[in-house]
Nanobody
Framework: QVQLVESGGGLVQAGGSLRLSCAAS????????MGWYRQAPGKDRECVAT????????YYADSVKGRFTISGDNAKNTFYLQMNSLKPEDTAIYYC??????????????WGQGTQVTVSS
């Protein structure tokens, strides 16, 4: 099992920055894709950014390109989402997720509990 715990959310004014962290513990897969997702009230959960374990493949949603940066520290089993130039429409609960690509656990998905980000105008 893998446990994910997000932190770093909060209230910030438009134009400000936040850095979210996702700490992974337990039996982390040897190969995976890690992602940050968000869900605003009344909306579906959407993918914001993803990164593979080696850090050489990343994806960003168009809405956050140029403003958000995803990264990971394998030694600490911690992932980050640096969010700059925040907009009110970035307000949502942010979740981290691991999709296992490990041969033994491929297809298993792990979610964190979420952290609230609120951007005031």
């Amino acid at each position: 099992q893998v446990q994910l715990v997000e932190s770093g959310g909060g209230l910030v004014q438009a134009g400000g920055s936040l850095r979210l962290s996702c700490a992974a513990s337990g039996r982390t897969p040897s190969s995976y894709v890690m992602g940050w997702y968000r869900q605003a009230p009344g909306k579906d959960r959407e993918c914001v950014a993803t990164i593979n374990r080696s850090g050489n493949a990343m994806y960003y949603a168009d809405s956050v390109k140029g403003r958000f940066t995803i990264s990971g520290d394998n030694a600490k089993n911690t992932f980050y989402l640096q969010m700059n130039s925040l907009k009110p429409e970035d307000t949502a609960i942010y979740y981290c997720k691991i999709d296992s690509r490990d041969v033994v656990t491929i297809g298993q998905v792990y979610w964190g509990q979420g952290t609230q980000v609120t951007v005031s105008s």
